[in-house]
C-alpha cells in the first residue's frame, strides 16, 4: 500500500498528493501529519517549522501554506494524528526531502507550538492552563 493508498484507507485526502505532508477528514474530524524520523524528538515530533515556508531561492512551498490550514482545523476541535516517515535525500536536489518508507499505521497525538515550531506531542499537554500558542492571545485581552 503506498501512502495515497494508506491515507485514503481513512477517508482523508489533500491538495496534491506529490507535495502534501498534511491530510485532513473532515467527516471523521481528523488531521493527519507525517511525522520524518529525522524530525522525531524523545516524545514528540516536529511536524512543521516556519522556515519551511519558503526554499532558499523564497519561493513559497504550498505543503507549507496547506498544512498551516489543517493546523487551524485542529485548534477547532480536529483531531491530530501522525504516521511515521524514514527520510531520504533527493539525488538531484538536497532542498527536496523524500520518503524513503513509511509506517501504516496512525497515532494519535496533541498539537503543542513552541516559538517557530509544531510538535504532535505524545502525551497531552501536562500543563492545562497553559495556552499552546500564547502569540495568539493577548494578555489582559477581553472575552466577549
Not at 80 to 102: C, G, R
Amino acid at each position: 500500500m503506498n501512502r495515497k493508498q494508506f491515507i485514503q484507507s481513512h477517508g482523508a485526502t489533500c491538495s496534491n498528493w506529490t507535495w502534501s505532508w498534511s491530510f485532513v477528514n473532515h467527516e471523521k474530524r481528523i488531521v493527519i501529519f507525517g511525522a520524518w524520523d529525522v524530525e522525531s524528538e524523545q516524545e514528540r515530533s516536529v511536524i512543521l517549522r516556519e522556515r519551511w515556508h519558503k526554499n532558499s531561492e523564497q519561493k513559497k512551498q504550498p505543503g507549507y501554506t496547506q498544512a498551516i490550514e489543517h493546523i487551524k482545523f485542529i485548534h477547532e476541535g480536529y483531531e491530530l494524528y501522525t504516521f511515521n516517515m524514514v527520510f531520504s535525500e533527493h539525488p538531484d536536489n538536497p532542498e527536496i526531502a523524500v520518503i524513503k518508507d513509511f509506517e501504516r499505521k496512525l497515532n494519535k497525538r496533541y498539537l503543542r507550538k513552541e516559538g517557530v515550531v509544531w510538535y504532535a506531542d505524545y502525551l497531552p499537554n501536562p500543563f492545562p492552563d497553559e495556552i499552546p500558542a500564547p502569540e495568539n492571545y493577548a494578555e489582559g485581552l477581553r472575552s466577549k
